[in-house]
């Protein structure tokens, strides 16, 4: 049964740190970032501050850490080798956002868009937020080239991988401000495959995946 125990304690935790990221965006939406604590945080969800930081190591993480980077991994490992870099890391992350939506828009988001938008739009009107974004970026550019395995064993691959993961990165971003912007009012996926049809042409997206 020790599988079946940690499977177990996984679910909790990630109930846990679900239940207390939520009550941390809607108080820093509510009251502002810089004027909720930790403590703040800690009494809405009903847990102690100490358990906070064991699921969030610093304030800035109740905002930014997501799961984002495995989804992009799984879409990527998935992807057909033969097909263009470009191609097999926009698609993944097409994938990955319509996985993280429900495909609504405006006033029919859906509650995970909503919450999604939350976030975005305080990393955006947050300068500490927006600062520490940057190590997100790294870390889901680092999640990409991991994902292509063999594409990057050698420092040249690597390279390559790295590069055209950053621009296709830089689209995504560019879509998510667009979105928070807006009040996602258009669907988030669709803005993705525009920024990247932008950035690479329209046969990089459209290719099958």
Same mark, same amino acid.
């Given at each position: 049964m020790p599988d079946q125990h940690s499977t177990l304690r996984a679910q909790r935790r990630a109930e846990t740190q679900r239940l207390i990221q939520a009550h941390a965006v809607r108080?820093?939406?509510?009251?502002?970032?810089?004027?909720?604590?930790?403590?703040?945080?800690?009494? @809405? @969800?009903?847990v102690s501050p100490m358990t906070v930081y064991r699921h969030f190591p610093t304030k800035e993480d109740l905002v930014l850490i997501d799961r984002h980077g495995a989804l992009v991994a799984e879409r990527i490992a998935a992807s057909p080798a033969e097909r263009p870099l470009v191609g097999r890391i926009g698609g993944a992350l097409i994938d990955s956002v319509a996985a993280l939506t429900g495909g609504g828009h405006g006033d029919d988001l859906t509650a995970d868009e909503r919450f999604l938008l939350a976030r975005l739009q305080l990393m955006i009107s947050t300068p500490a937020l927006r600062?520490?974004?940057?190590?997100?970026?790294?870390?889901? *550019? *680092?999640?990409?080239?991991?994902?292509?395995g063999d594409d990057a064993t050698d420092p040249d691959a690597a390279f390559h991988v790295r590069a055209?993961?950053?621009?296709?990165?830089a689209a995504l971003h560019t879509a998510l401000v667009r979105w928070a912007e807006d009040d996602g009012r258009t669907e988030l996926p669709e803005l993705v495959t525009k920024a990247l049809a932008a950035a690479f042409g329209e046969r990089i997206v459209d290719t099958p995946r």
């Open positions: 108080l820093f939406t509510e009251r502002g970032y810089d004027a909720t604590t930790v403590t703040d945080v800690a009494e @809405a @969800a009903g600062a520490k974004h940057l190590d997100n970026h790294y870390a889901l *550019q *680092q999640a990409i080239v991991d994902a292509l055209a993961a950053s621009a296709c990165l």
